[in-house]
Nanobody, 121 residues
């Protein structure tokens, strides 16, 4: 499966962004999907994941209550709505297709190419 992430940009603290991840090559309705992020000099970290039917979501503590992950299987896509952004959210954001639900970047089966999110103070 190929994953194409988009929607990143430069925003001020407190703003919102919506990231999109379009999948091609196979349908994603049978797998969990997620978002990870990687800031300069840091390891890639888990942000959010959603189960294949969209009924269950899980977030890192750092984004809980501000970010929402959702999916549209009819469009073969997953999204990350990010509200109340702060400078600590600055990173390259990657969408991920998971063979098994995970928060471990090393266990991700497929990665998108990443989209840069920069939040200024």
């Amino acid at each position: 499966v190929q994953l194409q992430a988009s929607g990143g940009g430069l925003v001020q603290a407190g703003a919102s962004l919506r990231l999109s991840c379009a999948a091609s090559g196979r349908t994603i309705n049978s797998v969990a999907m997620g978002w990870f992020r990687q800031a300069p000099g840091k390891e890639r970290e888990f942000v959010a994941r959603i189960m294949r039917n969209g009924g269950s979501t899980y977030y890192s503590d750092s984004v809980k209550g501000r970010f929402t992950i959702f999916r549209d299987n009819s469009k073969n896509a997953v999204y990350l709505q990010m509200n109340n952004l702060n400078p600590e959210d600055t990173a390259v954001y990657y969408c991920a297709a998971m063979s098994l639900p995970t928060t471990n970047a090393r266990s991700v089966a497929y990665w998108g190419q990443g989209t840069q999110v920069t939040v200024s103070s």
